[in-house]
C-alpha cells in the first residue's frame, strides 16, 4: 500500500520551471530504461515542442511540495478511450524508494478522469528488463497487455470504471 500521506503534484512544464526538470537525473544504470540522452527529460521537453506523432505532448514535473522529485509526460489524442501514454516517468535519483513514484502515477490517474472524461485507459511501455518499473506499475494496477511496442511491455491502467 501506497504512503495516504504521501502528497505529489504534477505541474506542467513551463518556461518557469524547465530548468528544474533538466536537472533531473537516474541513476546510471536506469538511464538506458527512461532515455537515450541525459538530461532524461531533455528528449522529452523536444518532443512536446515538435510534437512528433502529431498529438498534445504534454511533460508536468512531479512536485513534492516546491521540490521538483520526477518527471513524466503525457501524450495523448483529445477525445479518445484509449490513446492516452505516459511516457518519460522517472524519480530523480535523490527521491526514489520514498513513494513518489507510484503516488504521481495515482496523481495521473486522479486528473486524467477529472480533466479527459473520455479516457478509459492510461497505457505505457516499459523495458523488459526495467523489473523495478514492472513491480511498481503492478502495484498502482496497471496490466500487461502481452503486447510489444518498439521491443517494450505494454501495460495498461483502466480508468473511470
Same mark, same amino acid.
Given at each position: 500500500m ?51 506523432? *502529431? ?10 511540495g ?12 483529445? *477525445? ?16 526514489? *524508494? ?6 504521481a ?30 513491480r ?17 511491455h505494454?501495460?495498461?491502467l483502466?480508468?473511470?470504471?
Amino acid at each position: 500500500m501506497l504512503n495516504p500521506r504521501l502528497e505529489v503534484s504534477l505541474q506542467e512544464v513551463t518556461r518557469a520551471n524547465w530548468r528544474d526538470a533538466l536537472a533531473l537525473g537516474v541513476h546510471p544504470a536506469q538511464q538506458r530504461f527512461v532515455a537515450d540522452v541525459e538530461p532524461p527529460a531533455a528528449i522529452a521537453l523536444a518532443k512536446a515542442y515538435v510534437r512528433p506523432s *502529431g498529438i498534445p505532448v504534454v511533460p508536468f514535473g512531479i512536485y513534492a511540495g516546491i521540490a521538483m522529485v520526477g518527471f513524466l509526460v503525457l501524450a495523448y489524442e483529445p *477525445g479518445s478511450e484509449e490513446n492516452y501514454w505516459l511516457s518519460h516517468f522517472f524519480v530523480d535519483r535523490r527521491y526514489q *524508494g520514498q513513494g513518489y513514484g507510484g503516488r504521481a502515477l495515482e496523481t495521473l490517474a486522479r486528473k486524467l478522469e477529472a480533466e479527459h472524461p473520455s479516457c478509459r485507459a492510461l497505457q505505457l511501455t516499459v523495458h523488459a528488463e526495467n523489473q523495478r518499473a514492472r513491480r511498481l506499475y503492478e502495484k498502482v494496477g496497471f496490466t500487461e497487455l502481452r503486447a510489444l511496442s518498439d521491443g517494450e511491455h505494454v501495460y495498461r491502467l483502466r480508468l473511470g470504471t
